[in-house]
Each structure stands twice: as structure tokens, then as C-alpha cells.
């Protein structure tokens, strides 16, 4: 059973930056991939980013395109976040799972691993 540790996320003013950090308690080996998902309030959680860990492959949700990057060294996966708006407030979650194909990445059914969520708020 892999584990997932956050990290990271705060209060923050709007054109600020962040960065969360998600480690796992053990290798996802090279099939690997880990994710981030956010759920605004009031809200369904919806995808953010992504990588797999054999190349570095990486997929972004439209509206963190050009401000958000995701990147993974040894167990851990981190998610700059950049620019910030209000509408980035929501509770991050970090994923991981093995096996995943490059079409499932931004699919949350895909994750077997699930962190514990960590609050990012953007004030205006």
C-alpha cells in the first residue's frame, strides 16, 4: 500500500506562487505516474496536472496551462503553482498509481493512491 504525503499549500494573494509537494512511501517503479487533482468549494474534484515517471510525460488541465508544472525526482512529485488566481482556491489532492496509460492520466478513476489534500487559497 503506497502512501502519500502532502505538503505545501497556505494562503497566498492573487499573482502569487506555491509549491505543493506530494511523497510517496515507496517506488512507483517506472510504470508509475502521480497526479494532482484539486476540488474548489462546492464543487467536483476535477483534474490539474500530471507525469509518469518512466519519461516525464506530463498533462495539464487548460485553465493551469502556462502557470502550473508539475515535475517528480526519486519519490516525490512537486507542483509549482504560479500566477495565482482566486479561482485556483480549492483543496489539492495528490494521486499515484502504476500502469496508467497516457489517455487515463487526467482521469481520477485511473489513481489507486490518494493523499490526504492540502488547502491552497487565493485571496484577491
Do not use: H
Not at 497566498?12 to 468549494?41: D, I, K
Amino acid at each position: 500500500q503506497v502512501q502519500l504525503v502532502e505538503s505545501g499549500g497556505g494562503l497566498v494573494q492573487a499573482g502569487g506562487s506555491l509549491t505543493l509537494s506530494c511523497s510517496a512511501s515507496e517506488s512507483l517503479r517506472n510504470s508509475g505516474a502521480m497526479g494532482w487533482f484539486r476540488q474548489p468549494p462546492g464543487q467536483e474534484r476535477e483534474f490539474v496536472a500530471a507525469i509518469r515517471w518512466n519519461g516525464g510525460t506530463t498533462r495539464y488541465a487548460d485553465s493551469v496551462k502556462g502557470r502550473f508544472t508539475i515535475s517528480r525526482d526519486k519519490n516525490t512529485a512537486r507542483l509549482q503553482l504560479n500566477s495565482l488566481k482566486p479561482e485556483d482556491t480549492a483543496v489539492y489532492y495528490c494521486s499515484a498509481g502504476t500502469g496508467i496509460i497516457l489517455s487515463s492520466l487526467t482521469s481520477a478513476s485511473a489513481y489507486k493512491y490518494w493523499g490526504q489534500g492540502t488547502q491552497v487559497t487565493v485571496s484577491s
